[in-house]
């Protein structure tokens, strides 16, 4: 069983929908939690980053992570066809191994 | 200001070559890393330097070598290449570990036949 595990989709939306995003881990020990961003044959960028449990906001974007259930989610709010990309998450425990998820093909549509 | 670069960006090898990917990045960060990204199993990480002078083990070592060449350059070698290692690499660095975002690179492309 992966650490990270991520359903890969694809995920098709209209634009103006609101996505939604999960990721489920196992580690108990992981304290900090990502969302990449990816674009086809593009290197990831970070979109968010918490640390622990909660939420977190950034223009159209949430991050909220439960770690009594282990979930790790992220919301977009009115889609974008610029949001077509795939989405990865990623945990680790403070130190240098991130372990990522296998990412969601997410594609909005005009 | 040009973040983290990588050469080449893809590759062609036959089984049993060697190759060193680069990398390089201008942002002064202490720690560097590479990653393989295969489909269905999201980024792996082979190898990472927290620090210049220092390099560690991740998730997938075997069949790589690294070096830390200075706090700038971080390579990757294929003493023996195998099918199995074709795969999209990506390097990346970081100021630190914790809550430190890790910037990456472009990506090789490297196809081993």
């Known amino acids: 069983q992966k650490e990270v595990e991520q359903d890969p989709g694809p995920l098709s939306v209209p634009e103006g929908a609101i996505v939604s995003l999960n990721c489920t881990y196992s580690n108990s020990a992981f304290q900090y939690f990502m969302w990449y961003r990816q674009y086809s044959r593009k290197g990831p960028e970070l979109l968010m980053y918490t640390y622990s449990s909660g939420n977190k906001e950034d223009g159209r974007f949430t991050a909220q992570v439960d770690k009594s259930s282990k979930y790790i989610s992220l919301f977009i709010r009115d889609s974008q066809p610029s949001d077509s990309a795939t989405y990865l998450c990623?945990?680790?425990?403070?130190?240098?191994?991130?372990?990522f998820g296998a990412g969601t093909r997410l594609f909005v549509k005009a | 200001n040009a973040g983290v670069t990588q050469t080449p960006k893809f590759q062609v090898l036959k089984t049993g070559q060697s190759m060193t990917l680069q990398c390089a990045q201008d942002?002064?960060?202490?720690?560097m890393y590479w990653y393989r990204q295969d489909p269905g199993m999201g980024l792996r990480l082979i190898y990472y330097?927290?620090?210049?002078?220092?390099?560690d083990k991740g998730e997938v070592p075997n069949g790589y070598n690294v070096s830390r060449l200075n706090k700038r350059e971080f390579s990757l070698r294929l003493e023996s290449a195998a099918p199995s290692q074709t795969s999209v690499y990506f390097c990346?660095?970081?100021?630190?570990?914790?809550?430190?975002?890790?910037?990456f690179g472009p990506g090789t492309r490297l196809t081993v036949t």
């Open positions: 942002m002064n960060h202490n720690s």
């Open positions: 330097s927290a620090s210049e002078g220092t390099t």
């Open positions: 990623a945990s680790h425990t403070g130190g240098f191994k991130t372990i």
């Open positions: 990346a660095s970081s100021e630190a570990a914790g809550l430190y975002e890790q910037y």
